[in-house]
């Protein structure tokens, strides 16, 4: 099974931290990987045409930002950048490049 998820947070999506799965908005599922893979093309291509700063890290991960783009963080008290990010999983773990 494979998983495209969408996720808003003040980290990227490649650290998964232990609440990484609160942040997330809405996740996809699929039965066969080209078509986790073109949906999360598909996915990449419209965050890119959003927002002007990106990284992607193999195929599992991909990170969008503005800068200035800040939420407050009340468990640390600060002020927060925003990253939305791209997981793709597949049985429930990063899946592996191609």
């Known amino acids: 099974m494979h998983e495209v998820i969408y996720m808003k947070a003040e980290f990227e999506p490649w650290w998964m931290f232990e609440e990484w799965e609160e942040k997330v908005v809405f996740r996809k599922t699929f039965a066969r990987k080209i078509e986790a893979l ?7 291509e419209q965050l890119k045409g959003k927002y ?3 990284e992607i890290r193999e195929e599992a991960f991909a990170t969008f930002w503005r800068e200035g783009e800040i939420e407050y963080c009340e468990s640390c008290d600060d002020d927060m950048q925003m990253y939305h990010g791209i997981l793709w999983l597949e ?8």
């Open 38 to 44: 073109t949906y999360r093309n598909q996915l990449v």
């Open 52 to 54: 002007p700063q990106s």
């Open 91 to 98: 049985n429930g773990s990063p899946i592996k490049s191609f």
